[in-house]
């Protein structure tokens, strides 16, 4: 069949269905096109799965630690891993299903469900249909990525998609990368009750942080009895028995009952046949955008993590919210104008917004640092979770902030007063003089910035 559209999407992820929901309430014809799991990586992989598994292992964490708290418990914590996966898979489905059934009803969209092919710049072949538009979306994400190590495809490995099949409790689970996916796995399963080794191959851990949060990030979790091995070249793999080798020198060796490769994503533009509409990628494979996110061809858009502009949730959303405002709303947005955020869902979590120290000093800003440990925090004692710091970049000339980095309890909500006061272009004593609620994380911002050092 043949069929006409005014737009094509390609991908339910983030941007996807609102993007749909935008174009449909303009008056478009839309035909979404979705090859598997409705939702995407978000919703079936990776926020809402894992952080529900988080909280599972923050519940167990929390018993262990109840007599901390005056709290009597009888015997050791047992994890029941059937439970915690159907509560998981709950939550996902639920999920997946509101998606899906939101994309189906929906007035002026029609959804396919396939394998979306170019078979030229405005035509799209999914199974036997070919549909045409003079508009099309590129939502199709990305996947993990597997570096061709030796012995790599000798063994069974779990990536952060096929550990969410995962319903038993690994004996020791060995985890190649030393970076956000890996560090939220690791801890999880320590929790859970594995022994947990990561393995990781540059000096210190999350490499694209200043060295002290690192440092911090690895105490915590060694704390918890999770094992570290930096500077790990020459990482091999081979099976003993049941179990799998990890090797990282001649004379070093680990030997675990199950091995997640956590060492990046990748995007999924290899089996689109780009090529048949002339979009350019990439050295990385990832599809090449404009600040308005157009591609080379026009009427192609690429918003999401396929367009190397963002690899997270919100930056998928906030690209589907630029396209929209462009195209529909006679906006002129543009990626450069957002403020890079992000967080890491250890516990205590990493929440950064902007620049860090390093980045500040290397751009020669006048910088001055505004730094408090979490144990001179008090609703962090009253808590009993003193782990961590809250660091803040402003810089001298401009009064306005760079960034802010808030490794500790509460941080991944508490980074948005300084968020939103980066949006708002708004000098430093803004936030200083605010008055924030008692007892808060948040109410520590302004006396931080009351701290200023050079």
């Known amino acids: ?14 941007a996807g269905p609102p993007l749909a929901r935008r174009l449909t309430a303009s008056g478009m014809r839309v035909a979404l096109i979705e090859r598997k799991l409705f939702g ?32 009597q418990t009888y015997g050791p914590v047992a994890m029941d891993m059937q439970v915690v996966k159907a509560r998981k898979d709950k939550v996902t489905l639920d999920a997946r ?16 469900e396939g394998h979306a092919r170019f078979a030229s710049a405005r035509s799209v072949r999914v199974g036997d249909a070919l549909l045409t538009a003079e508009r099309i ?44 996916i890996g560090l939220e796995f690791a801890q999880m399963y320590r929790r859970f009750g594995s022994e947990v080794t990561v ?21 915590i979790l060694e704390r918890e009895g999770i094992a570290f091995h930096l500077n790990a070249d020459n990482i091999c793999f081979a099976q003993r028995g049941n179990d799998i080798a990890v090797g990282t020198t001649a004379s070093h060796e680990v030997v675990g009952s199950h091995l997640l490769v956590a060492v990046g994503r990748r995007p999924n533009t290899d089996d689109l046949q780009l090529d048949a509409a002339g979009v350019a990628l990439d050295a990385r494979g990832y599809i090449t955008v404009d600040e308005q996110l157009r591609t080379n061809v026009p009427g192609i858009w690429a918003p999401g993590d396929c367009n190397g502009r963002g690899a997270f949730t919100h930056t998928a959303y906030n690209d589907f919210e630029i396209v929209a405002a462009n195209l529909l709303d006679g906006a002129h947005r543009k990626v450069s104008d957002r403020i890079d955020t992000y967080a890491l869902y ?8 902007g620049l860090s120290e390093a980045q500040a000093r290397k751009a020669d800003y006048s910088v001055r640092v505004g730094m408090r440990p979490m144990s001179r925090v008090g609703r ?35 980074i948005h007063s300084i968020l939103d006061t980066m949006a708002a272009q708004a000098p430093y004593p803004v936030l200083q003089q605010a008055m924030h609620i008692h007892p808060t994380v948040a109410e520590l911002i302004p006396t931080l910035l009351g701290e200023l050092k050079p």
């Open 137 to 180: 979306f590129l939502n199709v994400g990305g996947r993990a990525a597997i570096l061709d190590l030796p012995g790599i495809h000798d063994v069974p490995y779990l990536t952060n998609a096929s550990m969410m099949a995962l319903d038993v409790l690994p004996r020791h689970l060995v985890i190649v990368g030393g970076s956000y």
């Open 97 to 112: 299903h509101g998606v899906e059934s939101g994309l189906k009803g929906m007035a002026g969209c029609s959804v396919f």
């Open 1 to 14: 069949m043949n069929a006409a559209f005014d737009a094509l999407i390609v991908g339910a992820g983030q």
């Open 199 to 219: 393995i990781e191959r540059g000096p210190r851990l999350i490499s694209g942080e200043d060295p002290e949060v690192s440092s911090a990030v690895q105490a």
């Open 346 to 353: 250890i516990d205590p979590p990493l929440a950064r917004v």
């Open 380 to 414: 962090a004692v009253e808590k009993g979770e003193t782990d961590g710091f809250m660091q803040i970049v402003v810089d001298a000339a401009t009064q306005k902030i760079l960034g802010a980095t808030i490794l500790g309890v509460g941080g991944d909500e508490a």
């Open 40 to 71: 995407g990586t978000c919703v079936n992989t990776g926020c809402m799965p894992t952080k529900t598994l988080i909280a599972s292992a923050r519940a167990a964490y929390g018993v262990r630690r109840a007599a901390d708290f005056g709290v």
